[in-house]
């Protein structure tokens, strides 16, 4: 599982968007039990952010000079800001509320998609169709059965057993839907089958 961090997002913030950004997170960190001992101490933060405001607002009239010093202090801010995003992400020990109560915003766990028992695709002919089986633990071989819903009325046939987890259903009917099942053959004997999928076929 992926550790859950205090993210670095600031660094894209605009200059008036980290000024706003930055005291939040100094009114955060005030008096947090969590976080007592910084590793850059809250006044030297708070003195850099006053200093990247005051320059912010010189750097209104377009001055060269003036916009460079800008450049400058929020270098130099954003700096002391990723240190303590850091010195957050270290003593938080993956905690997401303890992240969040810093004022940082929390880094997400990536959404994991779990992989079908059983997809049924179309085959790359017309009329044939490609079952793709999840591979199941210690097993030797997979049962295929197929049934081709005539009428509605459910008759499952034997198709094939396979040592590999993909099938392809040949000489199947345009237009016509089926269901595809398969079972896993393992030293315990012969699973119960996946849920059915259904295919129009094309």
């Given at each position: 599982?992926?550790?859950l ?30 976080f ?32 460079s ?75 295929w ?50 849920v ?7």
């Amino acid at each position: 599982m992926k550790t859950l961090k205090a993210l670095l997002d600031f660094v894209l913030f605009s200059a008036s968007e980290k000024v706003i950004f930055f005291k939040n997170v100094l009114l955060c960190l005030t008096a947090n039990p969590a976080f007592q001992n910084p590793d850059v101490p809250l006044a030297e933060a708070n003195t850099a952010v006053d200093n990247f405001e005051l320059a912010l607002l010189a750097a209104a009239d377009g001055s060269h000079t003036a916009i460079s010093l800008m450049h400058d202090s929020e270098k130099a801010v954003t700096l002391k800001f990723r240190n303590l995003a850091l010195y957050v992400t270290r003593l938080s020990e993956g905690d997401a509320s303890k992240i969040l109560s810093s004022g940082f915003n929390v880094s997400s766990q990536p959404i994991t998609k779990d992989k079908p028992i059983l997809s049924v695709t179309d085959g790359t002919h017309r009329g044939t169709a490609k079952g793709s089986l999840k591979s199941v633990p210690k097993s030797g071989a997979y049962v295929w059965e197929i049934n081709h819903n005539y009428n509605g009325v459910v008759e499952w046939k034997q198709i094939a057993i396979t040592t590999q987890t993909t099938y392809v259903v040949e000489n199947l009917t345009v237009g016509e839907t089926i269901e595809i099942r398969a079972a896993a053959i393992t030293p315990e004997g012969q699973s119960d089958y996946c849920v059915p999928v259904s295919k129009l076929i094309n």
